[in-house]
DNA sequence: GTAGTGATTTTCT
DNA sequence: GAAAATCACTACA
């Protein structure tokens, strides 16, 4: 009846192939209670990556420290530091000894916004929120991300992702961006009705 | 509104 | 030593 309390999303949810996980998980709420306070946000953007098959997965041809908890358990977090100054946050998905993970690319934002602004205070004067979330870089600095949160359980710890039914708009697909190799695959999702997106279509 | 380029540090070769 | 799953700033239309 009233079971619906907690929508977290289960182990099962992540246990599964990485392209079904990475459609599903458009238009899910991520939430994180941070010490800062509670972050909410609907999920718009993600992308897929596959150690087996995607020559742009940092797990692709070796088995690295770096990447080491995309071969871990699905429903974890991956953190790592790109360009030096950002972070870029995935969901671990598929079993264990299975290297992949969904990033996340943009959301939009609903709880925390004042804390969002703080940890962004170059974003904090533009206007629309919708420019908080809209980058897997940006994502990281207004929630306040950062390596500590490398390797965490998603279902048991203070960030994971809970159910929105029904309110999922139209799902776009199209190459993966920013990336050098494997441009060829169309394993970005996105909600297309979103105005959060990274960039246009 | 779009296009081009510098910043900065971890990780791997 | 070089590259990297990015962002913000500047110039220009």
């Known amino acids: ?9 289960s182990r ?5 192939p990485t392209l079904e996980v990475a459609r599903d ?3 899910k709420g991520i939430v994180f209670n941070s010490p ?8 718009v953007e993600v992308e897929a990556y596959i150690g087996k098959t995607d020559p742009a997965c940092h797990a692709f041809g070796r088995r690295t ?4 908890p995309l071969y871990g358990n699905p ?3 991956y ?7 950002y972070y870029c946050f995935n969901f671990v998905t598929e079993s264990k000894d299975e290297a992949a993970a969904v990033l996340l690319r943009a959301a939009e934002p609903e709880v925390g ?20 979330l809209n980058g897997p870089g940006k994502f990281c600095r207004s929630f306040g991300i950062n390596s500590q949160h490398n390797c965490l359980d998603l279902i048991e710890g203070e960030i994971y992702l809970e159910d929105r039914s029904g309110k999922v708009g139209q799902i776009g697909v199209s190459e993966r961006i920013g990336i050098a190799k494997g441009i060829d695959l169309p394993w970005r999702f996105f909600d297309s009705t979103s105005q959060s997106l990274s960039r246009k279509v």
């Open 25 to 27: 998980i458009i238009g």
């Open 1 to 9: 009846m009233k079971a619906v309390k907690s929508r977290k999303l």
């Open 79 to 85: 953190v790592y530091m790109i360009y030096g100054m």
């Open 65 to 68: 420290s770096r990447c080491e």
């Open 113 to 132: 916004i004042e804390l969002m602004r703080d940890n962004s205070p170059s974003l904090a004067n533009s206007r629309p929120e919708n420019r908080l």
């Open 12 to 16: 099962e949810f992540y246990d599964r």
């Open 36 to 43: 800062q306070g509670r972050f909410s946000a609907r999920i």
């Open 75 to 77: 429903g974890y977090s």
